[in-house]
């Protein structure tokens, strides 16, 4: 079981730090992903952390303003968002599994967390 936490309402130009704390003990050999979704896009692919933090990969819009990381002795992943804009609104999912780009590859969803971004 994953669930997310540190969603919120936000102005333009602030940051938050959003976490997926996971259930069980074999969080550490899973990749984590972190997508999000609006009523109007399909979810969208924003991180990714391999297992052992071995790599990070992010889709361009992504790079520079978020960055994924995990504490596996916490069993939780980490995705900080900076200078957040008004289009970052969405609901964000954190996701285990074999990882990376798409969401076929990951097992274990979240039920959400609410960002929302006014200017």
């Known amino acids: 079981q994953l669930v997310e936490s540190g969603g919120g309402s936000v102005l333009a130009g602030g940051s938050l730090r959003l976490s997926c704390l996971a259930s069980?003990?074999?969080?550490?050999?899973?990749?984590v992903g972190w997508f999000r979704q609006t009523p109007k896009k399909a979810r969208e692919f924003v991180a990714c952390?391999?297992?052992?933090?071995?790599?990070?990969y992010y889709p361009d819009y992504a790079k520079g303003r978020f960055t994924v990381s995990r504490d596996d002795a916490k069993n939780t992943a980490f995705l900080q968002i900076d200078s957040l804009e008004p289009d970052d609104t969405a609901v964000y999912y954190c996701?285990?599994?074999?990882?990376?780009?798409?969401?076929?590859?990951?097992?274990?969803w979240g039920h959400g967390t609410q960002v929302t971004v006014s200017s």
């Open positions: 952390i391999t297992w052992s933090s071995l790599s990070t």
């Open positions: 069980g003990s074999t969080f550490s050999r899973y990749a």
């Open positions: 996701a285990a599994g074999v990882g990376v780009w798409f969401p076929a590859n990951y097992e274990f």
